[in-house]
Nanobody, 128 residues
């Protein structure tokens, strides 16, 4: 498994921005995918974005496309989620998760069962 540590959560007003970071440990997997999931109050866990590191392929939930960007910070061995134009419905605990994409049991990137390493989560609150 891969060790993951999230940081960068906080509170912001609607329209504001936050930058989340997911630092990951060295891994012996053949390939690595890092995804961000979130769970809002009273809501189920949902996939937000995913990055396949080897190919730089990205996936986004429809609700965040055009506002969020997932990318790699190679210098820091981390994956960044830049969140712009935040909305109250973006509120929740954000988790990063990792797995070898070749081993995904599901072809849907946002399926949580694809990921076997999880961080502790970081709170994001968007409100006036």
């Amino acid at each position: 498994q891969v060790q993951l540590v999230e940081s960068g959560g906080g509170s912001v007003q609607p329209g504001g921005s936050l930058r989340l970071s997911c630092a990951f440990s060295e891994y012996t997997l053949g390939s690595l995918s890092i995804a961000w999931f979130r769970q809002g109050p009273g809501k189920e866990l949902e996939g937000v974005a995913c990055l396949i590191l080897a190919d730089s392929i990205t996936y986004y939930a429809t609700s965040v496309k055009g506002r969020f960007t997932i990318s790699r910070d190679a210098a820091k061995n981390a994956v960044i989620l830049q969140m712009n134009n935040l909305k109250p419905e973006d509120t929740g605990v954000y988790y990063c998760a990792a797995a070898d994409p070749v081993q995904w049991p599901s072809s849907s990137w946002f399926d949580r069962t694809n990921f076997d390493s999880w961080g502790q989560g970081t709170q994001v609150t968007v409100s006036l």
